[in-house]
């Protein structure tokens, strides 16, 4: 499985983002499907992941509430809608692919399929 992000850029405090990733492979509805975020100098961080069937969601407590993760199987795409952005929601986007236990876990390092990120920058 291979996956691509796309839909960062660059917002004021308090905009919104949509941010998106299409897989390869013709079993994508099989895996979770998450997003994860690194910031410059801090550790690799969960944001919120999505069952395989799109029945079962997860969110970090700093993405409740603004945050949304959808799927579209047939399209082979997760998404996550950004909301109410913060300048602490800075940093790179991860989207990830595996099982909805090790996201449930936090189980970052577990995750079968990693795409590139996509960066997000909130200004002030």
């Known amino acids: 499985v291979q996956l691509q992000a796309s839909g960062g850029g660059l917002v004021q405090a308090g905009g919104s983002l949509m941010l998106s990733c299409v897989a390869s492979?013709?079993?994508?509805?099989?895996?979770?499907m998450g997003w994860i975020r690194q910031a410059p100098g801090k550790e690799r961080e969960f944001v919120a992941a999505i069952s395989g069937r799109g029945t079962g969601t997860l969110y970090a407590d700093s993405a409740k509430g603004r945050f949304t993760i959808s799927r579209d199987n047939a399209k082979n795409a997760v998404y996550l809608q950004m909301n109410m952005l913060k300048p602490e929601d800075t940093a790179d986007y991860y989207c990830?692919?595996?099982?909805?236990?090790?996201?449930?876990?936090?189980?970052?390092?577990?995750?079968?399929?990693w795409g590139k990120g996509t960066q997000v920058t909130v200004s002030s």
């Open positions: 990830a692919a595996g099982e909805f236990a090790d996201f449930f876990k936090r189980n970052i390092g577990g995750l079968d399929y």
């Open positions: 492979g013709r079993t994508f509805s099989v895996y979770a």
